[in-house]
């Protein structure tokens, strides 16, 4: 059997024998491998933290990644910016009839391999099988479950004095997904960020609660996160140019494709709003950490109601405000 | 703006458009409207269960329900027959481009008052929209938590001597769908029996731990969960066919278009392997619930080694295996 059939996806003897050779000798541990409807675990108590993300990026394999490891480090990065060590993974599969059980088996292992990176267990899941044409190749759902470990990390606890940090450069993952697609003839050697945070967010932790809001600049870019923040916050953010890390090669894309890195999608990048005095301590603590070498205070928060201004590289300034459309559609 | 544009899942302002005043309007609680990448809620402490479940369901609408309802219904119900109390749920979309948005409102209202009348929270959620072709119009993923309230009921626990109880009558769910695809010319009142069982659950549970495996029949039927149970748990079991509850239309549908009833999918039912002592006062108190007036005990588990037997009305044996193809495609 060399393709998905639409029986793998009945409920029957093929989708056990799906089940049992593909996920379960890849993903299984002593919850996941129970095979009931739902995973059971212990909880001392304490605050949790739930969430979601679709994956339907296009290609599902591209320099540095593929959708498999963008879906369990998507997910494991939304828990880490709320201050929570990711713990539980689901998996829901959609699959189109025809897809090849090779490249399957090629995103099973990347999802164990970023799994064990990230330190998370997958413990349920869940595929479907549609008609040719009915889906493109394959879409992931990753909900997660982790333990709160911080005090309250919210978009809307940005406050004046803050200062701005970017863990690392921006525009890697959109970039290489764009050259990954066959449509655009364009060559670079950018790979795709894509990497799990919780590391890097332990660091940035302490007991001084001095990480107001956390977010990572995916879909819509830097831009959008500091539009939404502003906005929830109701502060100004003033950001440098200067001080926003771009690789040459991903500012040399940019231009020649018209794009503006600001709105491109990373994928393994926070951006945190941090008390203005612990600022420095935070970014040594993150320098250590080896997704956020490149970490650089880009800004601060001001009083305002909202907007977020760029001080450019030749002194003057401009608003940045949200992206009304689609730069790049499925980029995740 | 009445179709979904690709710039609905873009991340930018169209994006905040659709969750304001599609999403929030009609499902925000004080968890969800907080936008943030993560939900954060507390638990006390104790066992909780997770699962995930995506749907796929063609056609969206059919009798007796619609995708949005079915994907709350159906994470409800794997929490339920774990032995857990439903608590959150998360709602990933992946909609296809140009899908009208006044269908959307629809789905998305259904999933309000599913939510509502199971007593779950929607608390986070995801939306991606991906290129006209590259998917089928709507699939929804949900994943859900709650709390256990029970001991341990698993597939693996059924025991030599236990009744199996049926809440109700089989088959509903997949003659409604198959009757509303247009390429089935069939008349029938049969509506998907689409349905909560966390309130039957909690009549059925009680100190003496007499629950010992449960499970609800969906994809792949009846007979497909006794084949798991049965070979999860090492027993043979034994099922009177004159004591599974099948409607007449449903019968007479299945007679017709050469289907099994016992291998029809299902959307709100449920067996459970019950000590045999406590069986006669589970189904009492079973019959006490809107979904469980029809409960029946329709046979028992014996010492074997993993097979599924069926006595037939007209006095014969036989066994009954797990369906190895696929009877209906994206029945759920």
Request: net charge neutral; proline share 3%; with cysteine.
């Amino acid at each position: 059997m060399e393709n998905i059939l639409l029986a793998h996806g009945g409920g029957g003897r093929l989708t056990k024998k799906l089940i049992e050779e593909i996920f379960i000798s890849e993903l299984g541990n002593e919850v996941l491998s129970k095979l009931d409807d739902s995973a059971i675990f212990e909880h001392e108590g304490g605050k949790l933290a739930f969430t979601t993300d679709s994956y339907v990026v296009n290609p599902i394999f591209f320099p540095g990644g593929d959708i498999g490891k963008l879906a369990v480090y998507g997910t494991v990065n939304d828990l880490s910016v709320a201050g929570a060590r990711p713990l539980y993974i689901s998996l829901g599969l959609i699959i189109e009839e025809g897809f090849p059980i090779d490249e399957l088996k090629k995103i099973v292992k990347s999802i164990k391999e970023a799994a064990s990176f990230a330190k998370v267990k997958i413990v349920c899941g869940d595929t479907k099988v549609v008609e040719k044409g009915s889906a493109d190749k394959i879409f992931i759902n990753t909900s997660g479950i982790g333990k709160i470990i911080s005090h309250e990390i919210s978009s809307t606890k940005a406050l004046p004095g803050d200062k701005v940090i970017l863990s690392g450069s921006i525009g890697d993952h959109g970039i290489a997904v764009l050259q990954a697609r066959a449509q655009i003839h364009f060559k670079s050697n950018i790979e795709s960020d894509c990497a799990p945070l919780n590391a890097l967010v332990e660091k940035m932790l302490s007991s001084k609660n001095s990480v107001h809001a956390m977010r990572d600049p995916t879909r819509g870019g830097l831009a959008t996160l500091l539009n939404e923040i502003a906005k929830s916050s109701n502060v100004n953010i003033f950001i440098n140019e200067e001080k926003i890390p771009i690789k040459e090669e991903v500012r040399g894309a940019c231009e020649l494709l018209g794009l503006d890195p600001l709105y491109l999608a990373n994928e393994g990048k926070l951006v945190a709003f941090v008390d203005g005095k612990t600022a420095e301590g935070i970014l040594s603590r993150m320098k250590k950490d080896p997704n956020g070498i490149d970490a650089s205070i880009i800004g601060e928060a001001k009083k305002g109601k909202g907007t977020v201004i760029l001080k450019t590289k030749i002194g003057g300034e401009r608003i940045v405000d949200t992206f009304s459309g689609e730069q790049l559609p499925r980029i995740c």
